[in-house]
């Protein structure tokens, strides 16, 4: 079984990014520069927007928190939206989801300017992805990609099955897989909440992305010898031994299901910070075409 090891491989992403910052320094132009705007106080979002932040100033980037209280109204995160849009220092931006129920998202995801959408939400983005056009790929299945990549893990011809359908990783991640090309080249199952007899399909895969968000729901006896494993599972669960007071579980039963694995990814060290590495290279990205 080997690890695929997403703390080490998003460090090595990092420093080549970091590499490049170097050199557009030197060359006196311009750094990227992310912004990522957070509505309310959720504390999870809170963290991953810090992460993001301190990873913006671990390579070399500039970076701009915008914090906006739980009870803003759709129309001022519309105006917020409209200012970084026209702010041209700002070469990229994402807004944190969720956001709070008096905003309607598909709204909010719609007034990005497609060319600053580092998170590749936008429905022209997304469109363009799934028809083989070059663009911004979110970042979690971005990140997927490019561990399957960097380890050499074998997509053509594989069934990959994908569990669960979110517009964030599970939908992206299922259209990516069957593309042409590699990683890609796969036969592609998306299964969710409605999908009769998962054990009979995750049974059959050679490749399983589970995106749930359920706690040690893939177990050894769902999966056959040899499969490849990436959970993108991060859910919180009450423990009262840690300092924090909860520890981050993945979606698949590790333990059990890492002895039948031929690769497989840790909750947290695995997709988590795959995600992070990935948003900085389409910010990155952002800027160099914007040049
Ligand atoms: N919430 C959970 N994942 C993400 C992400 O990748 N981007 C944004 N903006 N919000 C998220």
Same mark, same amino acid.
């Given at each position: 079984?080997t690890l ?6 998003s ?7 970091t590499?490049?910052v ?47 209280s739980?009870?803003?109204?759709? /129309?001022e995160? =519309?105006?917020?939206?409209?200012? $970084?849009?026209?702010n041209?220092?700002? *070469?990229?931006f994402? #807004? ?10 598909q709204k ?11 998170d590749?939400?936008?429905p022209?983005n997304f469109?363009?992805?799934?028809l083989?056009?070059?663009?911004f790929i979110?970042a ?7 561990l399957l ?5 074998e997509?053509?011809g594989?069934?990959t099955v994908?569990?669960g ?10 259209i990516?897989?069957?593309?042409k ?5 796969s036969t ?9 007899n998962?054990?009979q ?7 399983? /992305?589970?995106? =749930?968000?359920?706690?040690?729901? $893939?177990?050894?006896?769902m999966?056959? *010898?040899?499969v490849? #494993?990436?959970?993108v599972?991060i ?5 009262e ?9 993945g979606d698949?039963?590790?333990e ?5 694995a031929?690769?497989?990814t ?7 910070p ?7 290279k ?6 160099e075409?914007?040049m």
């Amino acid at each position: 079984m080997t690890l695929l090891d997403g703390k080490k491989v998003s460090n090595d992403i990092k420093d080549e990014i970091t590499e490049q910052v170097r050199k557009m320094k030197a060359k006196g132009e311009k750094v990227p520069h992310l912004a990522a705007v957070i509505v309310g106080n959720d504390g999870a979002s809170l963290t991953y927007v810090g992460s993001k932040v301190r990873a913006c100033e671990r390579v070399g980037f500039e970076s701009t928190m915008v914090r906006m209280s739980n009870t803003t109204s759709e /129309i001022e995160l =519309l105006d917020q939206i409209e200012e $970084l849009n026209q702010n041209d220092d700002i *070469d990229g931006f994402i #807004i944190q989801l969720p956001l709070p129920p008096q905003i309607n998202t598909q709204k909010v995801l719609m007034a990005v300017d497609p060319s600053k959408d580092v998170d590749g939400f936008h429905p022209e983005n997304f469109g363009k992805m799934a028809l083989d056009m070059s663009t911004f790929i979110p970042a979690t299945p971005f990140g997927i990609l490019e561990l399957l990549d960097r380890y050499g893990v074998e997509t053509n011809g594989k069934h990959t099955v994908v569990i669960g359908r979110s517009h964030i990783v599970g939908r992206p991640m299922s259209i990516l897989m069957g593309r042409k090309g590699f990683p890609g080249n796969s036969t592609v199952t998306l299964t969710h909440s409605h999908t009769k007899n998962i054990t009979q399909i995750t049974s059959q895969a050679d490749i399983i /992305i589970s995106a =749930l968000g359920v706690p040690n729901f $893939l177990k050894a006896e769902m999966v056959k *010898d040899d499969v490849v #494993i990436i959970d993108v599972g991060i859910t919180r669960v009450p423990d009262e031994s840690s300092p924090k007071g909860y520890r981050i579980t993945g979606d698949v039963d590790f333990e059990n299901v890492s002895k039948k694995a031929s690769f497989i990814t840790p909750v947290p060290g695995g997709v988590g910070p795959m995600t992070i590495a990935m948003l900085l290279k389409n910010t990155l990205l952002a800027r160099e075409q914007r040049m």
